[in-house]
């Protein structure tokens, strides 16, 4: 084991973040190991795996940096803007490379939709409403961002939300929005939207799958709960 007294620069070369990865490869270090090598360099009185490390624990893990905002990340002590750049950026290319690997899935389940829009929309602090596209064969066409804002039949642009569907084509539709707060509970008007947008996919000739609301690390299906369908 490494001497946390030392710098790392300091320690045994096989347990130098770097060169472990060069040798083993990524998946052989710890979460703490990978940033520090995003970081480069700790602080003063720390070296960079142990503030790697407090930063982990202070924001909750990786999803919890991920969700962080800027300026509270980089108001940590030891971090700053550059550090916190590099680490919202390694983040968010993770983040797209799932995305990119997922292009053009079949879904099946509402846990494939889940796998697809829960790691990005479960981190919104605003409410966010989306629609999975998909053609006769259950694969993805398109994955458009409707709107923003408090998810309403008052608000609700129905129009609006099926135009991207017939843009692209699609034969279904996957409803899809987040609650903030975490909890994916449906709420009365949740499922009065759900009832509107089935009853105006049927008038279109596009039905509607599902309703999921995203949460934190949760969903909720209201196909499955039978909440706005039947």
């Not at 009185?45 to 991920?66: A, F, K, P, T, Y």
């Not at 509270?72 to 799932?98: D, F, H, P, Q």
């Not at 089935?198 to 509607?208: F, N, Q």
Request: hydrophobic share 40%; glycine share 8%.
């Amino acid at each position: 084991m490494p001497d946390y007294r030392l710098t790392v620069r300091e320690w045994p070369a096989t347990e130098q973040p770097r060169e472990k990865l060069q040798q083993s490869g990524p998946a052989s270090l710890s979460n703490a190991e990978l940033i520090a090598i995003l970081l480069r360099v700790g602080s003063e009185g720390e070296d960079v795996v142990s503030l790697s490390q407090r930063i982990l624990v202070e924001q909750g893990g990786l999803s919890g940096i991920h969700r962080a905002v800027f300026a509270n990340i980089s108001a940590v002590r030891g971090m700053g803007a550059a550090k916190t750049c590099a680490l919202k950026a390694a983040l968010e290319l993770g983040r797209r490379l799932m995305v990119e690997d997922a292009q053009m899935p079949s879904i099946r389940s509402p846990q494939d939709v889940a796998n697809l829009l829960m790691l990005e929309m479960g981190s919104l602090e605003q409410e966010c409403l989306r629609t999975v596209l998909l053609n006769t064969k259950n694969m993805v066409l398109a994955i458009p961002t409707i709107y923003r804002g408090s998810v309403n039949s008052a608000g609700l642009r129905v129009g609006e939300l099926f135009r991207e569907a017939v843009r692209h084509n699609a034969t279904s539709i996957i409803v899809v929005h987040n609650h903030p707060s975490g909890d994916p509970t449906p709420s009365p008007e949740d499922v009065t939207v759900t009832r509107a947008l089935v009853d105006a996919g049927k008038l279109m000739d596009i039905e509607v799958l599902d309703h999921l609301v995203i949460g934190r690390q949760r969903y909720v299906s209201l196909k499955e709960r039978g909440l706005g369908f039947g």
